[in-house]
């Protein structure tokens, strides 16, 4: 093979500035001034988790409304002032974070640095958006309803996590959207909104100094303080058992899993190894091999683990006709059966750990995606230094570490099993 | 792998990104060149990550697929993972997943495209591959059969469960009468079950030749040493002598408007669109095609756009208003406009309300503050996109391999910079009602329900 000259990768933790404001807030900033722009990704602790009970997708509807009018804008006017400037900002809900994104043009900065600061501390709430986002995340949920991944991917989450918030749908349902307020969205605001848990990543054409003071002006009016209820710890339900939701369609849609390793366990580097062998985005992958290139079974198949702040889950996926349905599950349980009996062959553990290193650089080559990187890192609790850790870790997994991380992520390989559609057989 | 890029359908809520390189001057310094062979070679340097994004692209899609055998680009792209002469079925994405490198492939009505992004030291692994299976791609009956299995799995996953996307199918068949791209990008089940390894032999010998391809390549490298790489790689194929030549008929002027309609018990939102026969970047007169995206981006292009402040904010019609120009495209293509009903409002009451904002465009014209904004944005994305080596690759690849030119891409800023409130208001014309098709998705129950079990019917 030809290859181009050959370079050291340079430490990716040295890229990055811990920037301290003078008011005490800490961003992570990458500077580079090849494109002219800034990518900002930030993020609060408690999201759809802290909806309160029976009351799902109050997070979801407030992140949905924090860039609909702020300060002296109404929605429209707020709206105008970012696309005069063209600066994107969104926000989103997941079931533990509340997270903010902009992207600005670096000749734009002062202007967005302005509309992020009033989203953030004077969002307005008011009634026409909140009906309006509201009729929106409404019509969502009907287009969904009768859609084979979503029936499957609902069922699945309420059997993973019952009586647990990350059981409610993140997105709220039809029933509870009506009878959702202005004052729970006030609630969840001031429970979440503040400085306490924070974390801020920039990456792009500004200096420290600057950005220090941006952020300040941006964050610093939020209080100190998070009010979030505490959420119990949760294993994942139902394993062993299978359930069907009738829906007239050709394919049986099918969601699997079981509960997973925490992220700070100190097997979940290893299962991630193990896990990218099983059901890995890549050709060899297991998955991929048994249910589609050998057997034509389904167009997808894979594995992932997910992990919350307070649970964790194999998770996997496949679509299959209904006449196959029982057929790929029975390969599926099989190689995860053979994974936690017999472990990985030396080849795939060498192989694995090759992608998973090689395949992190993917990662960092655009701003919004190292903004996002960074943020997730701090959010989970690690420093920069894991940066250039991280694949130390991966190449470290011995056959051991895989056997033992193997025999405790897929165990007796019962699963909890969702499926949608008419499968015969199962 | 193979995914399907289907061109963004109505009632869908994706933000279609329009086709914006970037800005003369302030933009990415892109290369071309040419091998002797033909293969037409595009370089984007982008030195922020040591990482490289690496994409053969052929002039062929959906739309060349013979008559009768609808499906066989997409399925071809399928097989083209099954292996060579000395590299059989696996071999080279396993080289590919060793080095931690990404790959992938996506057909559409135009081209069919392969890619793999991978740590820049292995750019010489990739174009190994592709350069491999551009000549000696081996394909037996026992690889074939499971293969078609597969694809009918992604159909039944896309398609046969889903009545919007059943819906789309038969929208864009009522746009396109005689023009290919009336046929679904992935194929009719009946005839992807005919689809055989002859027939995909026959397919890969017509378009699968250096000069049908080209090779773009953005990512942290320099252009000549990519140019002497690709020399020394895809030099060594020989040329054909020409490249294969597209035969589809035009599609003719429309004249009557059609209405499409499906209702399903799986149905539980409504929704409505609209699709128009519009030229393309490639077919339209100078100028027009600008004036189309920007049209799309006024009407359509977010929140402060006239069909959301609209149907949605003012009128409270609809949930969700928008508008699409998919512009790249080798012959005359599709204007989306697509809505969402509120509760209690009928399609009809809401296509009455979509022909209003198109009948004030064009009776009093467009403000300026809007236009103006319009472009801003519009120009914008060209800059943001040079953040994305993979999001410059595949614009440069589109335009290339729908007949545009470098000089294009390149200038295409400042082209939307010139569109003028006239140009927007004639560009209007072109969505005039018996021009379009217009499509209901309902729940079933209504009086359009028919019976759906074709033997019901004989």
């Not at chain 2, 068949?173 to 023009?179: D, G, K, P, V």
């Amino acid at each position: 093979m030809t290859a181009l000259a050959k370079t050291e990768s340079p430490s990716r933790a040295a890229s990055v500035q811990k920037v301290v404001s003078p008011g005490g807030i800490e961003a992570w900033l990458v500077e580079d001034y090849a494109v002219p722009l800034i990518a900002i990704e930030f993020a609060f602790k408690g999201g759809a988790a802290q909806d309160p009970v029976g009351k799902p997708g109050v997070a979801t509807l407030l992140a949905g409304l924090l860039d609909e009018g702020a300060g002296p804008y109404e929605s429209e006017a707020f709206h105008r002032a970012l696309d005069e400037d063209a600066i994107e900002l969104s926000f989103s809900a997941d079931r533990d974070v509340l997270t903010g994104r902009m992207q600005t043009l670096s000749r734009n900065m002062g202007r967005a640095f302005e509309l992020l600061r009033l989203a953030v501390t004077e969002s307005r709430l008011d009634t026409e958006p909140l009906e309006r986002v509201r009729s929106q995340l409404a019509a969502g949920l009907r287009r969904e309803t009768n859609d084979p991944d979503y029936v499957a991917g609902r069922a699945f989450r309420s059997l993973s996590y019952p009586n647990h918030p990350y059981g409610a749908p993140v997105r709220g349902d039809l029933d509870s959207l009506p009878s959702l307020t202005q004052g729970h969205l006030i609630e969840m605001r001031s429970a979440i909104l503040a400085r306490e848990t924070l974390k801020i990543a920039v990456v792009g054409a500004i200096d420290a100094a600057t950005l220090a003071r941006h952020v300040d002006d941006v964050f610093g009016g939020l209080p100190e303080k998070a009010h979030l209820v505490p959420i119990p710890s949760v294993d994942l339900a139902g394993a062993g058992t299978r359930h069907i939701v009738d829906v007239d369609v050709p394919q049986s849609t099918i969601r699997f899993g079981r509960q997973g390793l925490a992220r700070k366990d100190p097997d979940f580097v290893a299962a991630t190894v193990v896990n990218h062998i099983l059901g890995g985005g890549i050709f060899s992958a297991r998955l991929f091999r048994e249910v589609r290139e050998k057997r034509g079974l389904a167009y997808s198949a894979y594995s992932q683990l997910v992990t919350y702040e307070h649970g964790a889950m194999l998770y996997g996926s496949t679509s299959t006709k209904n006449e196959r349905a029982a057929e790929s599950m029975q390969v599926i349980e099989e190689q995860i059966r053979d994974l936690s009996e017999a472990g990985p062959s030396e080849e795939e553990l060498d192989k694995a750990r090759k992608y998973l290193i090689g395949s992190y650089a993917l990662r960092f080559d655009t701003s919004t995606k190292i903004a996002g990187q960074l943020a997730h890192l701090q959010m989970e609790g690690f420093g920069v230094e894991y940066l250039d850790e991280r694949n130390k870790l991966i190449a470290a997994v011995t056959m051991e570490d895989a056997k033992r991380a193997a025999k405790r992520l897929f165990a007796d390989a019962q699963l909890l099993v969702a499926v949608a559609g008419r499968p015969e057989g199962m | 792998m193979a995914s399907v890029s289907q061109p963004a359908a109505g009632g869908v809520f994706l933000t279609p990104s329009a086709a914006a390189p970037a800005k003369s001057g302030g933009g990415p310094n892109v290369t071309q060149a040419r091998l002797e062979n033909g293969l037409e070679i595009v370089v984007i340097p982008d030195h922020r990550a040591p990482v490289v994004t690496h994409m053969v692209w052929y002039r062929n899609g959906s739309a060349d697929d013979p008559v009768g055998k609808s499906g066989i680009a997409h399925f071809l792209e399928h097989l083209m993972f099954k292996g060579t002469k000395d590299h059989p079925q696996g071999k080279f994405s396993e080289l590919v997943a060793d080095v931690g490198g990404q790959e992938n492939a996506f057909t559409s009505n135009d081209y069919t495209a392969y890619f793999q992004r991978v740590a820049k030291d292995h750019l010489g692994v990739c174009m190994e591959y592709e350069a491999d299976r551009m000549k000696n791609l081996v394909l037996t009956d026992e690889i074939v059969a499971p293969e078609r299995d597969v694809v009918l799995e992604e159909r039944r996953m896309r398609t046969d469960s889903d009545p919007s996307d059943q819906l789309n199918e038969a929208v864009q068949a009522a746009l396109f009468s005689q023009h290919p791209y009336g046929k679904p990008i992935i194929g009719w089940s009946h005839e992807i079950e005919t689809l055989d390894r002859t027939d995909a032999l026959a397919y890969y010998d017509r378009f699968y030749t250096p000069e049908n391809a080209i090779l773009v390549v953005a990512g942290d490298v320099e252009a000549d040493e990519v140019i002497a790489l690709a020399k020394s790689v895809y030099g060594k194929i020989e040329a054909r002598g020409e490249a294969p030549k597209r035969f589809r008929p035009r599609e003719p002027e429309p004249r009557a408007h059609r209405l499409v309609t499906l209702a399903d018990e799986k149905v539980e939102q409504p929704s409505h669109q609209s699709v128009y026969l519009v030229p393309s970047y490639k077919t339209a007169a100078p100028g027009e095609a600008e004036a189309l995206e920007v049209l799309a981006h006024l009407l359509g292009g977010g929140q402060t756009s006239l069909l959301f402040k609209t149907l949605v904010i003012e009128e409270k019609l609809a949930v969700a208003a928008g508008a699409h120009y998919a512009g790249t495209a080798v012959d005359d293509t599709r204007f989306y406009v697509y809505a969402m009903p509120a509760p209690e409002v009928s399609l009809e009451e809401l296509d009455d309300a979509i022909e209003r904002v198109l009948q004030r465009v064009t009776d009093i014209g467009v403000d300026a503050a809007d236009l103006k904004w319009a472009k801003t944005r519009l120009v914008a994305e060209a800059i943001y996109a040079q953040d994305n080596q993979a999001t410059l690759a595949r614009w440069y690849g589109a335009s290339l391999a729908t007949g545009l030119k470098l000089e294009d891409v390149a200038s295409w800023p400042d082209r939307i910079e010139a569109v003028t409130a006239e140009d927007v208001v004639k560009a209007v014309h072109r969505l005039a009602k018996r021009r379009g098709v217009t499509g209901f998705l309902l729940p079933a129950g209504g009086p359009m329900d028919a019976p759906a079990d074709p033997a019901a019917m004989t």
